[in-house]
């Protein structure tokens, strides 16, 4: 299964747009606030009606517009299905398949499943019960039609037992045989999902627990554990016990809307002891994971959206993560990104077909062998502040650093804020052979042949200087650096060293090889 053909009108950002994509690999690169993302929401309209991030489908229209339509065409197995979505103001939402209008949107929900990395995501961890539930039901909606109609009966009979019981504290009155009828329509839809999500869960655990060790390369002990008041518990009589206490509070407090999972990090909750780069693995570690469990279940292949999932990882991670969408388990996939030269690494290494198309006020289809330009880009100022640098400009110069230098990220990382921490206006074309031997003449002077205190440094009195590699040293400088600004004077010394190597031809820099570069 993939999506052939896409056209939009009217939908967010966009007037009008069609597209042709790759069975395969499918990019979109450009500046933020373009309309990336929303090309990857237009596809997840398709397969579970509604919108991943914005629930109020009206406001989805273009601010100028009445309306929006959507429509893809897919290519299954032995046939091709057509799916529209539109909208108009105050109007019901319509959604057909190929040309035949749904009764109910139920009834599409698994046809087309998909699979959905987004930044919002943070919110499972970060946020209420709410969120965690609304996974596990969007997972295991899209391949059990059974579920999606017991979890709609549940709710819906869950919100006529909260008015009541608002009913009677308003009224001031209570009558007991009638929560009883709503009871009956809460218990034997809620006894099946409680069922379907433990084994849903039990399921799962193995499959997130291999994509978290392939991610992190670290042996962390993870884990997921679903809690609800229904285990070793019979709800009717769960209900009977708290119905005093809902009159009291005026709303259910007993049923699998209070369920809830905990993500746990070395056995304590990973919202409070998880760092920004532990929680982000976690998540899209979950996400590969609900990919898996969907294909076997389904036999189908989700299609899978990676909306901006490299940003914030260390390249090791980044790397992990691409070996892990080259499988060809992953069938057809969706990329945003902020820049093309990290897009174009990753395709040269999955080596799949694909298609990179430049979002900006206009799309544009980029040809294969477009060549990448390298720019010339004038840097000034500050440490990170210069304000005559784009973001990208500065991504890019770090993107041909990293490729230069592949094999000594502390070395990568401190030439990088060398060269930006040049404190004048300059233009440089960053070369592969210009900035190796630069960098080894800079540092040769600065932590060879010049004496090194280890006041400075803060080295054990048993290290000699002399006797540590390049990448020891810089690794070391950075670790031990106050953060407080004191660093700056030698930094834009060695910068100057840096720059003036590059734009004379690195002359007298150290070419032996002695340094371990």
Not at 228 to 247: I, P, T
Not at 348 to 362: C, E, G, L, S
Request: with cysteine; net charge neutral; glycine share 4%.
């Amino acid at each position: 299964m993939h999506l052939e053909k896409l056209s939009l009108i009217n939908f967010k950002n966009y007037v009008q747009a069609d597209f042709n994509y790759s069975a395969r690999l499918n990019c979109f690169v450009g500046n933020n606030g373009t309309g990336k993302t929303n090309l990857l929401d237009a596809i997840h309209y398709l397969s579970l009606t509604k919108s991943y991030f914005n629930l109020v489908d009206s406001q989805n229209i273009r601010y100028d517009a009445d309306f929006f339509m959507i429509q893809g065409t897919f290519q299954m197995k032995q046939r091709t299905e057509t799916v529209s979505c539109s909208v108009q103001r105050n109007r019901k939402k319509k959604f057909s398949r190929n040309k035949k209008d749904y009764k109910r949107l139920a009834e599409h929900i698994g046809l087309l499943p998909v699979v959905m990395i987004s930044p919002s995501d943070s919110a499972i961890v970060t946020e209420g019960s709410e969120e965690r539930r609304k996974f596990m039901d969007t997972v295991i909606s899209q391949y059990d039609r059974s579920y999606l109609d017991d979890l709609i009966h549940y709710n819906r009979a869950l919100v006529q037992r909260n008015k009541l019981l608002k009913t009677f504290a308003k009224e001031e009155r209570y009558l007991p045989e009638s929560l009883e009828l709503w009871d009956e329509q809460l218990i034997p839809p809620g006894e099946r999902i409680f069922k379907k999500r433990v084994d849903f869960i039990q399921k799962l655990i193995p499959k997130f627990q291999k994509y978290y060790e392939t991610i992190s390369l670290r042996n962390e002990q993870i884990g997921l554990e679903y809690r609800s008041q229904l285990y070793n518990s019979d709800f009717r009589e769960k209900l009977v016990q708290c119905r005093e206490k809902d009159r009291i509070l005026q709303y259910s407090t007993v049923g699998i809307h209070k369920d809830d999972l905990e993500l746990k990090l070395d056995n304590r909750p990973i919202k409070r002891v998880g760092s920004q780069g532990q929680q982000k693995t976690f998540l899209v570690s979950l996400k590969f994971a609900k990919f898996d469990f969907i294909r076997d279940i389904t036999g189908k292949q989700p299609i899978l959206l990676l909306d901006d999932i490299f940003d914030k990882f260390d390249a090791k991670r980044v790397e992990q993560i691409i070996q892990i969408i080259s499988n060809p388990e992953f069938r057809q996939i969706f990329i945003t990104d902020t820049h093309k030269t990290r897009l174009e690494n990753i395709l040269t290494r999955i080596k799949a077909d694909y298609k990179v198309f430049r979002i900006n006020d206009k799309v544009t289809e980029i040809e294969k062998d477009e060549p990448t330009k390298v720019r010339k880009l004038p840097l000034n100022g500050r440490p990170f502040i210069s304000r005559s640098v784009m973001v990208e400009d500065l991504e890019e110069i770090q993107e041909q650093i990293m490729r230069a230098i592949p094999d000594e990220d502390s070395l990568k990382e401190a030439i990088f804020r060398l060269v930006i921490t040049y404190p004048r206006d300059w233009e440089v074309m960053i070369d592969e052979t210009a900035i190796r031997r630069a960098a080894a003449s800079a540092f040769e002077f600065h932590f060879i042949r010049r004496p090194v205190t280890s006041a400075r440094l803060r080295l054990p009195e048993d290290v000699a200087v002399a006797s540590l590699t390049s990448a020891d040293l810089v690794s070391l400088y950075w670790k031990t650096m106050d953060t407080d600004g004191d660093e700056i004077p030698v930094l834009n010394t060695l910068a100057g060293e840096i720059i003036q190597a590059v734009e004379t031809g690195a002359e007298g820099a150290n070419t032996s090889g002695e340094m371990d570069l």
